[in-house]
């Protein structure tokens, strides 16, 4: 799906970067507050730091999350809750950059779990980019959204109108 979006992105000359959570095991926030005025997080026995140093150079960044219990995955959950305690913590982290949010789903939940990735993004006072429909996709199992063709579509229309909003603020990557 997420490459579905890429494609249009590249088309306008935007470069894109796919990060993969799957595998991999983010840490909750431990609400220590040690990252006041660091702008990282103290906490280094994960891979948040270096996901977090590329949300924070990304002038765009698409949250992508399968529906686990009508939510994001526990790993999203993690990287947004220490992404969100480090950037109050620090403020204008990732203002005026473009959001967009997109799931997986085997049939309910998709917009519970877009809602909470454009949560982030809105209380990180970034732009939210919309599509022609929710960015949703139908898949039950691994590779099913791709034959979902109006959420493909949905994808490739999110893609357009991220680039667009990109390129009129003069943002390449």
């Keep these: 799906m997420i490459k579905k979006v890429f494609e249009e992105l590249e088309k306008s000359g935007i470069e894109t970067e796919l990060i993969q959570l799957s ?7 431990k609400a220590c507050w040690a990252c006041g005025g660091k702008g990282s997080c103290v906490h280094q026995k994960d891979i948040f730091q270096e996901v977090f140093e590329k949300m924070k150079a990304a002038d765009g960044i698409i949250l992508g999350s ?4 009508a939510n994001i995955s526990a790993n999203t959950q993690a990287l947004l809750e220490r ?9 204008g982290i990732f203002r005026h950059k473009v959001g967009a949010a997109v799931a997986a789903a085997r049939r309910g939940g998709a917009l519970n779990t877009i809602d ?6 809105l209380l990180q006072e970034m732009f939210v980019v919309g599509s022609s429909y929710w960015a949703m996709a139908y898949d039950r199992m691994l590779g099913e959204a791709a034959e979902d063709s109006e959420g493909m579509e949905t994808m490739a229309d999110l893609g357009k109108n991220m680039a667009y909003l ?3 603020m003069g943002n390449k990557s």
């Design 23 to 29: 595998g991999e095991v983010i840490q909750p926030c």
């Design 66 to 69: 399968p529906v686990y219990s």
């Design 83 to 91: 992404a969100v305690v480090v950037s109050d913590m620090n403020r």
């Design 116 to 121: 909470a990735m454009n949560h982030f993004f």
């Design 166 to 168: 990109l390129n009129i």
